[in-house]
């Protein structure tokens, strides 16, 4: 079974751009999470789709949305982008995404803001 | 508030040695525990997890952490060290007031010397 896929792997964009960042969970898989990675400020949770909807939010602004279709696959939007922004964003799905479950993460999309 | 504490940014065994790899947790639940490992440039791979069935727990590559909650500890060990253990580990809570997001530490870098 394939696991998780992410893409782009990288991702170049200067400050005020947008980005779309795609995530295709392990087929099955009806959550999808995802998480920002900085040196800074750690693995940070952004938010959680289910069945198309979003179902838990991290503390990010506006700025930082998504989306999940009805085959799971789930996408990333970062609008007005800024240097902060820079950082690995990494997806993880998992079975039913009841608390307590395990996560399979991707590889990870590397973003830097110029 | 569910939250963990690894203690150590930064760990050094020789090979073939053990290795010990301290976390702390806070949770006002039973909690769900996981230590989850990164590679350079990779995503992250679980490499176990603790849901109350025992405490101690058994991994994959020779790892296994046990559950102590008089201490809130869910420190990982291994017997003996192998270079392709150097990475970067993660203690995870997962939050157990119903969402499907986790928590991570900050991280733990094991450098494994030959």
């Known amino acids: 079974k394939a696991g998780v896929t992410q893409t782009p792997r990288y991702l170049i964009k200067t400050r005020g751009q947008q980005v779309t960042l795609s995530c295709s969970p392990i087929?099955?898989?009806?959550?999808v999470s995802w998480y920002q990675q900085t040196p800074g400020q750690g693995l940070q949770f952004l938010f959680e789709?289910?069945?198309?909807?979003?179902?838990n939010k991290g503390n990010f602004p506006g700025r930082f949305s998504g989306r999940q279709f009805s085959n799971s696959r789930s996408e990333m939007n970062v609008s007005t982008l800024e240097l902060g922004d820079s950082a690995l964003y990494l997806c993880?799905?998992?079975?039913?995404?009841?608390?307590?479950?395990?996560?399979?993460f991707g590889a990870g999309t590397r973003l830097s803001v110029l | 508030a569910q939250s963990v504490t690894q203690l150590d940014s930064h760990v050094s065994v020789s090979e073939g040695t053990p290795v010990l790899l301290r976390c702390n947790y806070s949770?006002?639940?039973?909690?769900?525990l996981f230590w989850y490992v990164q590679h350079p440039n990779k995503g992250l791979q679980l490499l176990l997890k603790?849901?109350?069935?025992?405490?101690l727990v058994k991994g994959i590559n020779g790892f296994e952490a046990e559950f102590k909650k008089s201490e809130t500890s869910f420190h990982l060990t291994k017997p003996s060290a192998h270079m392709s253990d150097a990475a970067e580990y993660f203690c995870?809570?997962?939050?157990?007031?119903?969402?499907?997001?986790?928590?991570f530490g900050t991280g733990t870098r094991l450098t494994v010397i030959p």
């Open positions: 993880a799905s998992s079975l039913e995404g009841t608390a307590g479950g395990i996560q399979y």
């Open positions: 087929s099955g898989h009806r959550s």
């Open positions: 789709y289910f069945s198309e909807t979003q179902r």
């Open positions: 949770s006002s639940y039973s909690p769900s």
């Open positions: 603790y849901t109350s069935a025992a405490t």
């Open positions: 995870v809570v997962s939050d157990l007031a119903g969402a499907n997001n986790l928590f």
